[in-house]
């Protein structure tokens, strides 16, 4: 299964929205609602953001949200802060029962 | 709220056996309801999923590493198992152990433990 396509990038300066997208095909992200978002620091573990192609964990900002058309799914930060800055990486379930990640997308809050 | 904290050596000879372990805390692993899961990153690269055990016992493993992997549980310690055989520098990488209610999802993450492969 190949990896996932993201932006190698994206930038935004504080307030402003920016989406990240997530682009598979009809055997990962096109076939289930199954996709995920995960934000990593430098040096930190990831941290779950959306789940499910829409869903936030508890507690999380509601300046994340997710959506999904077709193939590509997409990830969402409005109004967006210093702490954003960060590496963000989707996955997917796939046909074959397993999981694909997204090569990753570094957020650069300008 | 869940932790989880990884320990196992941070060098590991080519040829030999890598081997980690996860403790579990703030849930009983034998109580069901999450995947308990490996995951590595390579150095400067992205997120690869090893494989996970349910507390059924049941496994899966990534088809490109399932000859060389297996992941098992020690319910009674609250721990569950990494072990990879044949290890080559290709494997050297910080390893995550995690866990979801859902196996296509990690909501809780151990700190990660750099790995690396060396003689």
């Known amino acids: 299964q190949s990896a996932l396509t993201q932006p190698a990038s994206v930038s935004g300066s504080p307030g402003q929205s920016i989406t990240i997208s997530c682009t598979g095909t009809s055997s990962d992200v096109g076939a289930y609602n199954y996709v995920s978002w995960y934000q990593q620091h430098p040096g930190k573990a990831p941290k779950l953001m959306i789940y499910?192609?829409?869903s936030r964990p508890s507690g999380l900002s509601n300046r994340f949200s997710g959506s999904k058309s077709g193939n590509t799914a997409s990830l969402t930060i409005s109004g967006l802060q210093a702490e954003d800055e960060a590496d963000y990486y989707c996955?997917?379930?796939?046909?074959?029962?397993?999981?694909?990640f997204g090569g990753g997308t570094k957020l650069t809050v300008l | 709220q869940v932790q989880l904290q990884e320990s196992g050596p941070g060098l590991v000879k080519p040829s030999q056996t890598l081997s980690l372990t996860c403790t579990v805390s703030g849930a009983s692993m034998s109580s069901g309801g999450y995947y308990w899961s490996w995951l590595r990153q390579h150095p400067g690269k992205g997120l690869e999923c090893i494989g996970y055990?349910?507390?059924?016992?049941?496994?899966f493993y990534s088809p490109s590493l399932k000859s060389r992997v297996t992941i098992s549980q020690d319910t009674s310690k609250n721990q569950f198992s990494l072990k990879l055989t044949s290890v080559t520098a290709a494997d050297t990488a910080v390893y995550y152990c995690?866990?979801?209610?859902?196996?296509?999802?990690?909501?809780?993450w151990g700190q990660g433990t750099l790995v690396t492969v060396s003689s």
């Open positions: 995690a866990s979801g209610s859902g196996m296509e999802f990690f909501q809780h």
């Open positions: 499910d192609v829409t």
């Open positions: 996955s997917s379930y796939t046909t074959n029962s397993t999981l694909v």
């Open positions: 055990i349910y507390y059924s016992g049941s496994t």
